[in-house]
């Protein structure tokens, strides 16, 4: 009965900003792991950042580091994903995914890991 629903992409200029959410339910928030990840066509699934929701503990993939952000707001069982200074090279569908457990200690987030995820929302760099 778990749900995630992302929403916030869209399409911006190169250099540009976003801010896509996910919103969760249907399980316990607090002491799991929620992380984002992204899949360009013809690309695999890869892992962008991750959030322990118990410690706040993140982890990013190396190319997004200094540029984006996941945070998060327990109130709302809610994780963004601020992204500045955005590149062609991250046009994608983002994803968000749910694993009920903890996450690893400094390490990125795997697919295989995650058990739930959303729909998906695209980000489009021009």
């Known amino acids: 009965h778990v749900q995630l629903v992302e929403s916030g992409g869209g399409s911006v200029q190169a250099g540009g900003s976003l801010r896509p959410s996910c919103g969760a339910s249907g399980y316990t928030y607090n002491r799991n792991c929620m992380a984002w990840f992204r899949q360009a066509p013809g690309k695999e699934r890869e892992g962008v950042a991750r959030?322990?929701?118990?410690?706040?503990?993140?982890y990013y993939t190396d190319s997004v580091k200094g540029r984006f952000t996941i945070s998060q707001d327990s109130a709302r069982n809610t994780v963004y994903l601020q992204m500045n200074s955005l590149k062609p090279e991250d046009i994608a569908m983002y994803y968000c995914?749910?694993?009920?457990?903890?996450?690893?200690?400094?390490?990125?987030?795997?697919?295989?890991?995650?058990?739930?995820w959303g729909q998906g929302t695209q980000v489009t760099v021009s």
């Open positions: 959030i322990a929701t118990g410690s706040g503990n993140t």
């Open positions: 995914a749910a694993r009920l457990s903890y996450c690893y200690s400094d390490s990125l987030a795997r697919a295989a890991d995650f058990g739930h």
